[in-house]
């Protein structure tokens, strides 16, 4: 459910501020010696440097990883060398960058913590990707994974042809996802995937599970993301600075026991750009969950960007507008790095609006929205979260 409070800060009077985002460069053949303890102390250190703070000034610390195991966030803090007032660990894979955001920013607002650290990654190589599709939960390791189902290529591969048959798609709607991001990789030195693709070359990819081809697909890639949320009165004046003007999330199982077309977003958008007092249209920067195009269309559509409906607007868009959605070149392009993938889409954000993305940067940045999706069970993603995002 949404958070019923409104975005006056605590009841200590202080209000929160993210100062930093960073990302561990994604690979796809990481080295021997980049296990997920090194990835993410790594993102740790970089973060807390680039928000011009010491480890001696954290003192809470989120975590989000599929292949830390067996070890947890506190092993995590004792071997980053931190002392902390506040902790926790997220499990809901790609809704966790926001989940964790939300309770950051509470914290902080209530005293708890005064600067706190979030961090998400795995080394994911093709082995970690099959050992976490094989026993993602009780009822893919029981029920799928016996019947040789080798994660959610087949699951994704029925709701795109659920969505085109819906809205009369062809595949070019989704290619449209694909090579509009590919663009946007182009011109981000971190993408793992960053050549040119036409919409020819997408079509004449490999079917990997019909409609699906093979740039329809999250490649899985190793790599690390980390924020900083501190107390805003903390922030040296004249740095930039992010505030959260609204955040709030849906664990729906109407949604999971649905048809996939429509997320938990759809719930809870209107009433986060209410309080936040904006509108779509306001959205300098786009951040949705993209592990399939399919799911850039569906979150896009439920974040009221086609109050039409109609789903061809959106891809029109996104193909021949330099329409600022997934600005790094997402996960199709830039890889999913297991957990990690629920933090991209925020630190790209956070990235634009503190005006350090590069040859990427969207001109005067000063709003962003960022979805989270995640925990694909035995049908879809049960969990859904927005954050609206304000350059201070």
Same mark, same amino acid.
């Given at each position: ?10 009841? +200590?009077?202080?209000?929160?501020? /993210? ?5 561990? &460069?994604? !690979?796809?053949?990481p080295?021997?010696?980049?296990? !997920? ?18 480890? =001696?000034?954290?003192?809470?610390l ?17 071997? =980053?060398?931190?002392s902390?007032?506040?902790?926790? $660990? ?39 990707? $099959?050992?976490?599709?094989?026993e993602?939960?009780? /009822? !893919? ?10 994660? &959610? +290529? ?18 070019k ?15 981000? #030195? ?19 599970? =019909? ?24 922030? &040296? ?7 959260? @003007?609204?955040?709030?999330? @849906? ?22 750009? +209410? ?5 779509? @249209? ?24 086609? #109050? @039409? ?16 959605? +997934? ?5 199709? =392009? ?21 005006g ?31 954050a ?5």
């Open positions: 459910m949404t958070d019923p409070r409104p975005n006056d800060p605590g009841t +200590n009077g202080h209000s929160a501020a /993210i100062v930093s985002a960073v990302e561990i &460069p994604y !690979t796809r053949h080295s021997a010696d980049a296990t !997920t303890e090194s990835l993410l102390t790594t993102a740790i250190q970089h973060a807390v440097a680039q928000a011009g703070l010491d480890l =001696s000034d954290i003192d809470g989120g975590v989000s990883s599929f292949t830390l195991k067996p070890d947890h966030a506190v092993d995590l803090a004792l071997r =980053s060398g931190l902390l007032r506040w902790i926790m $660990e997220d499990t809901n894979g790609g809704a966790s960058g926001v989940n964790m955001l939300q309770h950051a920013v509470r914290a902080v607002e209530a005293g708890d913590a005064r600067a706190i650290v979030l961090v998400a990654g795995d080394r994911m190589t093709a082995a970690d990707f $099959e050992a976490v599709a094989g993602y939960n009780v /009822i !893919t390791r029981d029920y799928l994974t016996p019947m040789g189902l080798g994660g &959610p +290529n087949a699951m994704f591969a029925m709701l795109t042809r659920r969505h085109m048959r819906r809205h009369g798609l062809d595949e709607v989704y290619g449209a996802v694909a090579v509009a991001q590919r663009r946007w990789a182009a011109l981000n #030195p971190g993408a793992v995937y960053r050549s040119e693709l036409t919409m020819d070359d997408y079509l004449s990819a490999p079917v990997i599970a =019909s409609p699906l081809r093979r740039f329809d697909c999250v490649p899985p890639v190793s790599g690390a993301n980390a924020v900083v949320v501190t107390r805003r009165d903390l922030v &040296p004046a004249g740095s930039p600075a992010v505030r959260v @003007s609204a955040i709030g999330g @849906s664990v729906n199982w109407d949604r999971h026991e649905g048809d996939g077309l429509r997320t938990g977003l759809a719930d809870i958008a209107p009433e986060l750009w +209410n309080r936040a007092g904006l509108d779509p @249209s306001d959205a300098d920067v786009i951040s949705v969950y993209d592990d399939y195009p399919v799911m850039v269309l569906i979150q896009l559509a439920d974040l009221g960007f086609a #109050p @039409s409906g109609n789903v061809h607007e959106l891809a029109d868009r996104l193909l021949h507008e330099q329409w600022a959605v +997934n600005t790094s070149g997402g996960q199709l =392009s830039a890889g999913q790095a297991g957990s990690a993938a629920g933090m991209h889409g925020l630190v790209e954000a956070v990235v634009q609006l503190l350090r993305a590069g040859d990427r940067q969207i001109p005067d940045a000063r709003t962003a929205a960022v979805s989270g999706y995640g925990m694909v069970a035995y049908r879809y993603g049960a969990c859904a979260n927005l609206v995002l304000e350059r201070i």
